[in-house]
């Protein structure tokens, strides 16, 4: 039998909880026509350790072998990482699926990159509300759009810019603002929980159009994010409480639900969203 012409081959640059979550879905079947083919990481023989669970498991590479047999690569590893990551993807002619949107504004030609070497960026961000929406705004004319997100003050702890803030993040007593800006300046502060931020932007007017406040909340069980757009064609108020997740509470539940929809959403018939 020929084999599919919709199958997609895929490689995970990144093999932390999120990517050995993704792997074992793959790997399961979970999103017919995607197979994982490869993976790297900055540990090659843990992830070979943690590969040898699966059913198939998929080439343990570093990254400049990486794309030798994929279609399309999902980003899920750190921002520091991410704009050598784009580079290798990118500038070999593929699909890049981004989780640390965080990491693009390190990469300030990226989209003129991509578009030199045939790349495709996508943002996958089941984290943050209302994206498509956004979209279609911005088809027209956005007057303003913020973010106020709401994060548990835990992790926040060990974040250097907020080292000399004079707050115990560890013991917080009461909801505090700890951020006020640009969705730029907020992604370059906390990089680690702000691809949120990013995303928002590249759907929208910019990092210096889209204004984010940012509070460390004891009060939450997970980080709270709020969308507040004004457009020429529509006026939106999006609210997202997201769960976090059981083996990392640093990171939503989501997270790794939303690459699975977005590869989903490569491959199927049907595809809902503009």
Do not use: Q
């Not at 560890?170 to 370059?188: D, N, S």
């Not at 939450?220 to 059981?246: C, K, W």
């Not at 990392?248 to 997270?255: D, G, L, Q, W």
């Amino acid at each position: 039998m020929a084999p599919d012409p919709r199958t997609i081959r895929v490689a995970l640059a990144g093999f932390g909880n999120v990517g050995r979550y993704l792997a074992a879905k793959l790997d399961a079947g979970s999103v017919p026509r995607a197979v994982l083919t490869a993976v790297t990481a900055r540990d090659l023989d843990k992830a070979r350790g943690h590969a040898a669970a699966l059913r198939s498991p998929p080439r343990i590479v570093p990254l400049a072998a990486l794309c030798d047999d994929a279609d399309v690569v999902v980003e899920c590893a750190t921002a520091d990482s991410f704009p050598a990551i784009a580079r290798e993807v990118l500038g070999r002619g593929k699909t890049m699926l981004v989780l640390s949107a965080g990491g693009v504004p390190a990469f300030p030609d990226i989209l003129d990159f991509a578009e030199r070497h045939a790349g495709r960026l996508r943002i996958a961000s089941g984290t943050l509300p209302g994206l498509d929406s956004v979209r279609c705004a911005a088809e027209g004319t956005i007057r303003s759009v913020k973010l106020n997100s709401r994060i548990k003050p835990s992790t926040f702890v060990g974040e250097p810019y907020l080292a000399n803030s004079g707050h115990d993040f560890t013991r917080l007593p009461a909801p505090v603002r700890v951020f006020e800006g640009t969705a730029r300046a907020a992604a370059a502060a906390f990089p680690r929980h702000f691809n949120v931020a990013i995303s928002l932007s590249l759907a929208g007017v910019g990092f210096d159009r889209t204004m984010v406040e940012v509070w460390a909340d004891p009060t939450i069980p997970g980080a709270i994010h709020n969308v507040e757009l004004e457009a020429d064609e529509v006026v939106l108020s999006m609210t997202t409480r997201n769960r976090p997740s059981d083996v990392n509470p640093k990171t939503s539940r989501i997270v790794a639900p939303s690459v699975l929809a977005a590869l989903r959403s490569m491959v199927a018939t049907l595809h809902v969203g503009s």
